[in-house]
């Protein structure tokens, strides 16, 4: 099969392709050293075609129906002349390493509308709660049109933090039975949370769902604003009775509104490049150092020494480092 060049990448993604758009994604999360450069082409083409979508993160305790709940707002969204784009990380294994993607199966309603695209992506064990190269998902999205972008990651308890720094607004699941949730969770979690919102407030539960949001409410005010002033908001919603979902979507709004009247909008996103760039930088310098020739060489040998106790720990690591130090300096001279 032909490959295809960076400029057939380039239109597709231009023209709204979603097939050439998921081999696109597919590309740039590879980790072949044949595939960076062509990466790195189709992201420099693209990057000005980027930026002109609410980046909203979606993040809950486990049961909390994320999948459900982006699907019904996605369907609400596209319903209303919107372009959704669903960015879902699964949790890798830490035995195989594979993941099972199941988030478009999950959302089949969402998916088989055309204004919509979904992309799972596996965390690859990577904390966080999102895939590696999530920010240049974005941009892609971007570029073929989406004006909504979910990220959803893979789930409280498992490091979200990092997905601040990717969306502009986070909205955090839960259940009802708020005290108890509230003792389970990590304070850190909901001081990054935009909008707190208890699902399934539907049946029997209604009531219940009612309650608990009113205990959040009381929480979220001993915590200080998140976002330059924001007051982060508590609500109710029941994606199986599509109740919630609108008011939900004005908070957003309103969101997006309150923080461009106060030019701080592009300011975050100034903030998130920032951190990307950081973030490149520490994936260079990983990378770098265990694909050092050095370090691959005598790498399981120290691992084993430290491992039977003829090499501290501490011992073992800079040994590695003098190693990759000295391989480093040997090819500066060569070149």
Same mark, same amino acid.
């Given at each position: ?19 050439? &758009? ?65 960015? *879902? ?11 099972? /993607? ?13 204004? *919509? ?55 955090? &699941? ?65 994606? &199986? ?14 969101? @997006? ?45 120290? @691992? =084993?020494? =430290? ?9 073992? *690591?800079?040994? /590695?480092?003098?190693?990759?130090? @000295? ?9």
């Amino acid at each position: 099969m032909r490959k295809k060049t960076v400029s057939e990448y380039i239109e597709g993604i231009k023209n709204g392709n979603r097939a050439l &758009l998921a081999q696109t994604i597919t590309l740039i999360e590879s980790n072949a050293a044949k595939h960076r450069k062509k990466a790195e082409a189709i992201l420099k083409a693209i990057h000005h075609l980027s930026g002109n979508s609410i980046r909203i993160g979606v993040s809950g305790v486990p049961g909390a129906g994320k999948s459900t709940f982006i699907e019904t707002l996605g369907t609400y969204l596209c319903n209303n002349g919107y372009h959704v784009a669903v960015l *879902a990380v699964d949790p890798s294994s830490t035995v195989s390493g594979g993941s099972i /993607l199941g988030d478009k199966t999950r959302m089949s309603e969402l998916a088989r509308n055309k204004r *919509a695209f979904i992309r799972p992506s596996p965390s690859g064990g990577k904390l966080g709660g999102v895939h590696y190269k999530t920010r240049e998902s974005i941009l892609l999205c971007e570029a073929a049109g989406y004006d909504v972008i979910f990220v959803e990651t893979v789930g409280v308890g498992q490091g979200e933090t990092e997905v601040r720094e990717l969306v502009d607004f986070f909205i955090l &699941l839960v259940l009802t039975g708020g005290g108890d949730e509230l003792q389970q969770m990590k304070r850190g979690i909901l001081e990054l949370a935009d909008l707190l919102c208890v699902h399934k407030a539907d049946g029997n539960n209604k009531q219940q769902a009612l309650l608990t949001q009113k205990e959040y409410e009381l929480s979220l005010h001993l915590l200080h604003s998140n976002q330059d002033g924001w007051e982060p908001k508590a609500v109710s919603c029941s994606s &199986l009775d599509n109740e919630g979902i609108e008011e939900i979507w004005d908070i957003i709004c309103e969101f @997006k509104t309150y923080m461009k009247e106060r030019h701080l909008f592009y300011e975050n996103r100034m903030k998130q490049s920032n951190a990307w760039l950081e973030s490149l930088v520490r994936e260079y310098l990983w990378n770098s150092f265990y694909e050092n020739e050095e370090v691959k060489k005598y790498f399981y040998d120290i @691992k =084993t020494r =430290t491992e039977h106790g003829s090499l501290t720990a501490l011992e073992g *690591a800079y040994e /590695l480092i003098h190693l990759y130090e @000295k391989r480093t300096a040997k090819n500066e001279r060569c070149d």
